[in-house]
């Protein structure tokens, strides 16, 4: 009599094609944490963020002190940080792929969006859109001969932390915002080192 065969003699046969199918998903992620392509900053946007750090500390400088030059030093200032803030968008813009979540490095933040709060991941032309419930999170910049590489990657990455606890971070300051401190302490500075405001 044959005896009956119980549920262990699948585990044996199963096993290894459950290993095969986690090393094939290990195969897609390279090494993490991983920066995702993007084309170069244009020189414009370069010289749009390097230039309000020296012409307007040279114009607050120069300007005479008085009620309508202190209002002239204020208003070219203000212009200034708007300048800096929107060009390093472009210049400091940075995206990074860990093991918990995709982190995006903008002008004055960097912000964080976990892998488990991701929906679905859908890949265009030149960017890669993840939809969070109703809000889409679009990575622009990728060449065109990688946005299917990219893609990939994050969907390998996904499936992989289904299963791993989940870690959330606030946007916190990133190095876009030291500049701009920088650029204020600069421009408000010269004005008041050059009429001895300050010593």
């Known amino acids: 009599m044959v005896p009956p065969m119980g549920n262990g003699s699948v585990e044996p046969d199963t096993a290894p094609a459950q290993q ?3 090393v094939a998903q290990r195969a897609d992620v390279p090494q993490l944490p991983w920066r995702v392509p993007l084309d170069p900053a244009p020189w414009w946007a ?3 963020f390097i230039l309000p750090f020296i012409v307007v500390p040279g114009l607050n400088s120069w ?4 009620a309508r030059d202190m209002l002239a030093v204020g208003l070219l200032t203000i212009i200034g940080a708007s300048v800096v803030r929107v060009a390093g968008g472009v210049v400091l813009y940075r995206v990074e792929l860990t093991e918990t979540a995709l982190k995006a490095r903008t002008s004055m933040l960097i912000r964080s ?3 488990q709060d991701v929906d679905s991941i859908e890949v265009g032309d030149d960017n890669v859109v993840l939809t969070r419930g109703q809000d889409e999170n679009e990575i622009n910049g990728i060449p065109k001969d990688r946005t299917a590489e990219v893609g990939a990657v994050m969907e390998a990455i996904r ?3 289904a299963d791993t606890p989940v870690r959330r971070h606030r946007p916190r300051p990133g190095i876009g915002a030291a500049l701009v401190l920088l650029y ?3 421009s408000i500075g010269a004005f008041l080192l050059r009429w001895h405001i300050v010593i």
Do not use: D
């Open 20 to 22: 095969q199918h986690e």
């Open 46 to 48: 370069w010289a749009l």
């Open 63 to 66: 300007l005479w002190m008085g």
């Open 113 to 115: 969006l976990a892998w």
């Open 159 to 161: 499936a992989q932390a």
């Open 184 to 186: 204020l302490v600069l």
